[in-house]
């Protein structure tokens, strides 16, 4: 069992930059970041190898989200720039079962309890 904790989340204005981070209780494989906006089904934001070698990115955070890991730490980043009010959501953080990174919510087995972002217009 891998217990993940996220933090970071916070209210911000539109333009500015949050940095969320997740904290795992032990080793983990690829890993990724999820949101959930209200009325609006989950979306992988963001994903990860276990090596950190390669990532994926939703298009509508390409270019001003960044995902990284240190694997040290056991500790999982996702650096948020240029926030739109349409990033408004709860993120998670999640661990898969596999060595790359994945898009397959039902491969990731270890989910964190969220952090709420609001991004103000």
């Known amino acids: 069992q891998v217990q993940l904790v996220e933090s970071g989340g916070g209210l911000v204005q539109a333009g500015g930059s949050l940095r969320l981070s997740c904290a795992a209780s032990g080793r983990t494989l690829s890993m990724g970041w999820f949101r959930r906006a209200p009325g609006k089904e989950r979306e992988l934001v963001g994903a990860i190898t276990w090596s950190g070698g390669a990532t994926y990115y939703a298009d509508s955070v390409k270019g001003r989200f960044t995902i990284s890991r240190d694997n040290v730490k056991n500790t999982l980043y996702l650096q948020m720039n240029r926030l739109k009010p349409e990033d408004t959501a709860v993120y998670y953080c999640?661990?898969?079962?596999?060595?790359?990174?994945?898009?397959?919510?039902?491969?990731?087995?270890?989910w964190g309890q969220g952090t709420q972002v609001a991004v103000s217009s």
């Open positions: 999640a661990a898969s079962r596999t060595l790359e990174w994945t898009k397959a919510g039902d491969m990731y087995d270890y």
